[in-house]
């Protein structure tokens, strides 16, 4: 039997000394970039390189073929739970080190844009100083676990966010090279080990190679699918009975991202494995993750998700597997599913005398612009009250722990500062969201989130007509096909194609478990809306009682959308 040969990203990691590799020289030397094997580990530590196409494009005009390198810093915020100084502080590296912009993520994190090289070290160093960490935000790791973002205090509520709490403590990496690197004074980066340390010592659940490819976790309720757990490798949704939560389903398998070169590449939802105690499920997680790195692809990264593993093996085989590994049989799954999805936008109670307010970040950028002052708005408030602070996983940010007195306050300061409160904000836009794509992401085909909000100008103006501005679905744009704003489970997804094009998806739901399926291909931006407004005709005139969109386009199917659409247009709908 020939020998297996294991990708490139592998044996990097394999030789890299626990993450170390030539990021210690290289932060030293007068370079304007990393290489590509320190690019490739430098992941794990939470950042990405990335290459401004917009001032590519104008380098080479005057001449100049090289490319504008930066940084994006990633930071990991579990449960997106995060204080006022900590924001503050982020908005100030943003001003500082970055491009003066800050981005809430769709996984409940924070990212910096544009930071350069040389201050890649001081903006790592500064976000542990007020103790949040980039470790683990990205690469072949479990990322920043999500949770209901919700302050209600309630002890389930508590409960979810300490289990948050536990699985991203349990899951970080254990490598001294983040600290060397980022937190102690720099060093060359290729120390030995301490003492013959073990590789069970350095890094007791993942070994020197740690996992075949990013693994994302969740934490969530059946009535509120607020961190679209269908979406995730590996999903902990609590089952609830009066008033307390008596276990977890486990979901695994879930993943959103497709190789448009490699047809074996698809979206895929997380199946229900099992049912356990809520004192089990640190074990039960960790023989998950174990499954994944001793079984998952390492030769092929394109297949290298959990999700290929469970459509290889089948469930009953992955489920065995995972009983071995923990070492006792799992409980089929509760009944219990998901039956609603909140975005906690706008004013409530949180049950302590105190409420929070859901503010809504237009796919999730704080800047200072003409139209819109939302960073400045956000030093106020934080400088005024201190409220707690929530992320989302649509990008929104909930200020948390104020008193009712300060509604007014809050409101008039946002108004000042022209930002659209929440109610303010039309029912299709809050339910939007959009990836970064261009300039910065290597992956990104087209634009997304710099088009969305004038796509979501269009939709509010033809829904108006329609009497349809009070529908809740989803709209999901990406840049390309690689899924980071989940389009494939959403009611109407747009997954860039081609320059200016994109594949309008039908079918998914707001509470997230289903896919949708393909309508069109190649629509170009400008005929987004204008190709849905047939739908949206036939939508209002034969919906079933509470049917929404998105059940609605699965009960028609393509063909017979695309028939209607076709006679709408020749003026026979």
């Not at 448009?260 to 494995?273: D, E, H, V, W």
């Not at 500062?417 to 303010?424: A, D, I, K, P, Q």
């Not at 529908?471 to 999901?476: D, G, I, K, N, S």
Request: glycine fraction near 8%; charge should be neutral; aromatic fraction near 8%.
């Amino acid at each position: 039997m020939s020998e297996v040969k294991l990708s490139s990203t592998e044996t990097l990691k394999e030789q890299s000394n626990y993450l170390r590799g030539s990021i210690g020289q290289e932060l030293q030397d007068a370079s304007d970039c990393f290489s590509k094997d320190a690019v490739q580990l430098l992941k794990h530590h939470g950042s990405y390189q990335q290459d401004n196409r917009d001032e590519r494009k104008a380098a080479r005009k005057a001449g100049d073929s090289g490319k504008a390198y930066s940084m994006m810093v990633r930071t990991k915020v579990p449960g997106g739970r995060l204080t006022s100084r900590q924001l503050l502080a982020e908005l100030d590296l943003a001003d500082e080190l970055g491009n003066s912009t800050l981005r809430v993520t769709s996984r409940q994190a924070l990212q910096l844009h544009g930071v350069l090289k040389g201050n890649l070290r001081a903006a790592i160093h500064r976000i542990n100083e007020i103790q949040l960490t980039t470790l683990a935000a990205c690469g072949d790791v479990p990322r920043n676990v999500m949770g209901c973002p919700a302050p209600y205090a309630h002890p389930m509520h508590q409960e979810l966010e300490r289990l948050v709490d536990a699985l991203s403590r349990h899951f970080t990496p254990r490598t001294p090279a983040y600290r060397e690197f980022w937190i102690e004074d720099p060093q060359t980066g290729q120390r030995e080990l301490a003492g013959g340390q073990t590789e069970d010592e350095i890094e007791p659940i993942f070994g020197k190679t740690y996992l075949p490819r990013k693994f994302k976790i969740a934490v969530g309720f059946s009535a509120d699918n607020c961190v679209d757990i269908y979406t995730q490798d590996l999903g902990f949704l609590a089952v609830v009975r009066d008033g307390g939560i008596i276990g977890y389903n486990v979901l695994t398998g879930g993943g959103m991202g497709v190789t448009p070169s490699n047809k074996a590449t698809f979206p895929a939802l997380a199946k229900r494995l099992a049912f356990v105690a809520p004192d089990r499920v640190i074990e039960v997680a960790e023989a998950v993750v174990k499954v994944q790195r001793d079984f998952g692809n390492r030769v092929d990264r394109k297949l290298a998700r959990l999700k290929y593993l469970i459509h290889h093996w089948g469930l009953e085989r992955f489920k065995a597997q995972v009983e071995e590994y923990y070492g006792a049989p799992l409980a089929d799954p509760h009944p219990d599913d998901i039956t609603g999805f909140n975005d906690h936008l706008g004013w409530d109670e949180q049950g302590d005398g105190k409420c929070f307010y859901g503010l809504n970040i237009e796919n999730g950028r704080i800047q200072d612009n003409e139209q819109t002052q939302l960073k400045s708005a956000l030093r106020e408030i934080c400088r005024s009250f201190e409220p707690g602070l929530r992320l989302t996983s649509h990008q929104s940010i909930l200020l948390t722990d104020l008193d009712a007195t300060a509604k007014t306050e809050v409101e008039q300061i946002l108004r000042r500062h022209r930002v659209r409160l929440s109610e303010e904000t039309s029912t299709v836009r809050r339910w939007s969201m959009a990836c970064v794509a261009l300039p910065t992401c290597g992956l990104a085909i087209t634009e997304s989130e710099r088009v969305l909000p004038d796509v979501m100008d269009q939709f509010d103006a033809e829904l108006a007509k329609l009497g349809l501005a009070q529908e809740a679905f989803t709209v999901r744009m990406t840049g390309c096909p690689n899924g980071c704003v989940r389009p494939y489970n959403s009611d109407i997804g747009l997954v860039g194609k081609a320059v200016g094009r994109y594949t309008l998806y039908l079918g998914g739901r707001l509470v997230g478990d289903r896919l949708n399926f393909v309508y069109k291909d190649l629509v170009p931006t400008a005929e987004i809306v204008s190709t849905l407004v047939p739908l949206f005709v036939y939508f209002k005139g034969e919906r079933l009682a509470d049917e929404s969109f998105g059940d609605f386009c699965l009960r028609k199917g393509q063909d017979d959308l695309t028939a209607w659409a076709d006679r709408y247009r020749a003026g026979e709908g």
